[in-house]
């Protein structure tokens, strides 16, 4: 295969996980966003969308699109979300362009890059062939895409910051001396949509650096991205500095909600692949839930049918195949000691910190897949044709069985929604953000 050849395939695979990820995102999006967004004259806590598809801040994410005053922009914790929110919708909406459009576009395009930056990953750690499509096609498959590309929510954004790190950390690895200018870049990306996937940039600057240069990444990324927030008060209302801490934050920490650490375990590492049964959810955090709402937290792996149950052992035995080849059969690069560290302080937060951990599974799941395509590109011809065939029966039976549960979910998701907006009447109530900061919202680690 020529270079120009390898090229021309590489950035036609970029191309359709881009583009695919978008369509997909995006008439989800501009079917339902009507029921994630704020009902006006209803006040902020009762909104009937808010927390009811698994835990997701549907209605605060959309007013963070599209209110300049609204509270829930949190740059507290989402420190330059407002430049890849609320900005380019008003400056589509300065264009001519619908406001809902807008939203949709914005968070399509977010869903867009996540994919396309998994694939970047990806290319840039196998080389391209055809482990890359099949690893693709998982993405596109698994439940973490599947629940999460057609909702108003920051986690396909972050999972975005999380892969565009994750493949600057395998372009680095790639290069005999390491960018500083690229990792202070990379460190600011990580921190943009959430404060917490900082992790992921510290974790990059420590792998590639000696300490003396990751503290000059540290202290520079600190100084740019000061700089950047305060530029923000030229187009939103800042409510809180961004030393500013949620003392309400402590209701997700070690929650009983959350279950043992098999159970933990199961929606980091199963469920986020393979969707399970759906079960009512009820944190007791937050209020007026009454079990309207969607969970997984305690279903068993895949669920109780044949199925599912099948699926969920065919991703661990993939998900273990391919770690213990990673281990074994890969010559190790900072680039995975990155991977690895940014796994194991994914589930040491969330291990601490969180109720409905089907939440963060754009967070997790793809690093996931990373560790089991780096396995299984190490393994031999024989073996690895062998693996490619399972990978061919297993994404098309994982798709149509998450496909089925979104269905399933969605209907449910409705069914409360409806349930919810009959039972709030908005002539009695307040102004839709009559603040009251000692009741809980979901965690945005």
Not at 21 to 46: C, H, M, R, W
Not at 73 to 96: A, C, D, E, I, Q
Not at 184 to 201: D, E, H, R
Not at 285 to 293: I, L, S, T
Request: proline share 6%.
């Amino acid at each position: 295969m020529t270079q120009s050849t390898y090229r021309g395939g590489a950035i036609l695979f970029l191309a359709f996980s881009f583009l695919a990820a978008f369509f997909i995102s995006f008439s989800l999006l501009i079917n339902d966003l009507e029921t994630q967004s704020e009902i006006k004259g209803v006040p902020y806590d009762k909104q009937p969308g808010l927390n009811t598809w698994f835990e997701a801040d549907t209605t605060h994410v959309h007013e963070a699109f599209t209110n300049t005053k609204a509270f829930w922009h949190k740059t507290n914790r989402h420190p330059l979300f407002p430049y890849v929110s609320l900005l380019p919708v008003k400056v589509m909406g300065l264009l001519g362009v619908p406001e809902e459009f807008a939203v949709c576009f914005t968070l399509a395009v977010g869903v867009g890059l996540f994919s396309c930056l998994f694939a970047l990953t990806l290319v840039l750690t196998l080389g391209h062939r055809p482990l890359c499509w099949f690893m693709q096609a998982l993405f596109f498959a698994s439940s973490f895409f599947i629940f999460w590309a057609g909702i108003c929510e920051r986690f396909p954004m972050g999972g975005a910051t999380i892969m565009a790190t994750a493949a600057g950390a395998a372009y680095l690895s790639r290069k005999e001396k390491p960018s500083l200018p690229l990792a202070v870049f990379l460190n600011i990306v990580s921190l943009s949509v959430t404060i917490s996937n900082w992790m992921f940039g510290v974790l990059l600057s420590l792998c590639f650096f000696p300490l003396r240069k990751a503290i000059r990444i540290t202290g520079y990324t600190v100084v740019i991205t000061a700089i950047l927030w305060l530029g923000e008060g030229l187009f939103i209302e800042q409510l809180e500095s961004p030393t500013h801490f949620d003392s309400w934050n402590k209701e997700f920490i070690f929650t009983d909600y959350a279950g043992s650490v098999f159970q933990k375990t199961s929606a980091l590492l199963g469920h986020t692949v393979v969707m399970p049964e759906i079960h009512p959810y009820n944190f007791a955090g937050f209020q007026n839930m009454d079990g309207k709402g969607l969970g997984v937290q305690h279903s068993s792996p895949g669920g109780t049918g044949p199925l599912g149950f099948s699926l969920a052992v065919g991703w661990a035995l993939l998900l273990i195949t391919g770690a213990l080849s990673w281990w074994r059969n890969t010559e190790k690069t900072p680039f995975d000691r990155f991977l690895s560290f940014s796994i194991l302080g994914q589930l040491g937060i969330h291990f601490v910190y969180g109720t409905e951990l089907f939440l963060y599974g754009p967070h997790v799941a793809p690093l996931l897949l990373l560790v089991t395509a780096r396995g299984l590109g190490a393994l031999e011809r024989p073996k690895l044709k062998l693996a490619l065939l399972a990978l061919g029966l297993f994404v098309p039976l994982l798709a149509l069985h998450n496909l089925a549960r979104y269905t399933q979910a969605r209907l449910l998701f409705l069914h409360h929604y409806e349930g919810k907006k009959e039972a709030v009447s908005p002539e009695a109530t307040t102004k839709p953000h009559a603040l009251s900061p000692e009741i809980p919202l979901r965690p945005s680690a």
